[in-house]
């Protein structure tokens, strides 16, 4: 047996994994060996393995998520599957990319503004100095009020009110290509608005905007819209943001704060997509039976110290078949397992679980006729999309773990 098959310490050396790397993958039933020495524990490998190894090591180094590897691994060598899988790393690899690219953009202008601080102190004019420069930071762009004002109803309903995250009690304005985006979230949920602007090239507008504030600029957009005023101008200098449009001008101080970074959930793929008129989802969630939550808040976010219970709120359980049909669970819970969630779950139905009332508030936003609903797994984010609208705004809900 030992001279045809490989040790693990062999199959590490020749494959390019180290021991413990074989070891991970053999627990987390993604790469395991072709026999283990009942008495010894030892692993050995095939040689038929080495292949898949070498092609194992490859994917670490790529970076490629676990259940990812999983999944190619057990693809026949020329499934499109597999290039399917590849496809998407990539394009996850180049959005990071993006992303580094516009946070390193951030950072040299902090280091910029850090040095020209620091130089306006230690000069002997630094008060004519201060009095003559004009703020650091500075970025201008303008936006059709209607669209501002959608953008801004689209997110406000995620903003969060807990005094414990600041940074979640505004929304962020960042500033993607020829798009503007506003993101909200309060941990539970997500929801990005977008707007088109117009901006000068390689303009930065990363801006977190209080609620307060934001919900000004709302309400300046509104008016302008309806008065036909044309375009609206927000400008951020320094510690300042505004909004101008028809005369009038709203301004306030940004949030110093860093928003959590939202761009990864929003490229999160979906492995179930169904589409249906939106007044069918709402009344049968409006209706339909729900089951009794009770939260444990964490440490972050305390209501009378860490681990205490919060307010019982109301689950939707929503099914959906392998055929792509979806239907909330309407059998009410007792103490003992629910039998429509056990039947649906003996038929292979995706069950997922969120608050019905984040859910309801999800869906009335825009009051679309047609949604769209993503949906990658019982504990993956629920994303909630207008049909034929799947790049503009749209919201995510945390899922709640069943059981």
């Not at 994994?17 to 991970?24: G, H, K």
């Not at 303008?142 to 959608?150: F, G, K």
């Not at 779950?345 to 309801?360: P, S, T």
Request: aromatic letters at 4%.
């Amino acid at each position: 047996m030992e001279s045809v098959m490989r040790s693990i310490g062999q199959l590490a050396r020749e494959s390019g994994l180290t021991v413990s790397a074989l070891r991970f993958y053999d627990g987390a039933g993604v790469f395991g060996p072709a026999w283990v020495d009942p008495q010894t524990g030892y692993r050995w490998y095939a040689p038929a393995q080495l292949a898949d190894a070498r092609l194992l090591c490859r994917l670490r180094r790529i970076g490629l998520p676990l259940a990812e590897i999983r999944l190619l691994l057990a693809a026949p060598s020329d499934a499109q599957s597999a290039h399917q899988v590849l496809d998407t790393h990539l394009r996850r690899l180049e959005d990071g990319l993006a992303d580094a690219r516009r946070e390193l953009s951030q950072v040299r202008t902090l280091i910029d503004q850090r040095e020209h601080s620091m130089t306006t102190i230690n000069s002997a004019d630094s008060a004519d100095s201060a009095d003559s420069a004009a703020p650091l930071g500075g970025a201008r762009l303008t936006v059709a009020p209607a669209d501002l004002v959608a953008a801004l109803a689209a997110v406000r309903f995620a903003v969060s009110a807990e005094p414990v995250a600041p940074m979640l009690g505004g929304i962020l304005f960042d500033l993607d290509g020829e798009l503007l985006r506003l993101v909200a979230t309060d941990r539970y949920r997500l929801a990005v608005g977008s707007a088109p602007v117009r901006a000068a090239a390689r303009t930065e507008f990363n801006v977190l905007v209080p609620a307060a504030l934001a919900d000004r600029f709302g309400a300046l957009a509104a008016q302008a819209d309806a008065a036909g005023s044309g375009e609206l101008t927000l400008t951020v200098e320094g510690a300042s943001v505004a909004a101008e449009a028809g005369g009038r001008r709203v301004a306030g101080e940004r949030l110093d704060l860093d928003f959590p970074d939202y761009r990864s959930l929003t490229r999160l793929r979906p492995t179930h997509r169904v589409e249906l008129p939106a007044s069918t989802l709402r009344r049968a969630v409006a209706d339909g039976a729900t089951r009794p939550y009770t939260p444990t808040r964490t440490p972050e976010a305390p209501a009378q110290g860490a681990g205490t219970r919060a307010a019982e709120v109301p689950v939707t359980v929503l099914a959906v078949s392998r055929d792509g049909v979806l239907r909330v669970i309407e059998t009410e819970p007792g103490t003992a397992p629910d039998p429509a969630e056990t039947a649906a779950a003996a038929d292979g139905d995706l069950l997922v679980a969120v608050n019905q009332e984040f859910l309801l508030e999800a869906l009335a936003v825009g009051t679309p006729d047609q949604l769209v609903l993503e949906l990658g797994g019982a504990v993956s984010p629920l994303a909630i999309r207008a049909a034929g609208q799947e790049t503009e705004n749209f919201s995510m809900l945390m899922p709640i773990r069943l059981g």
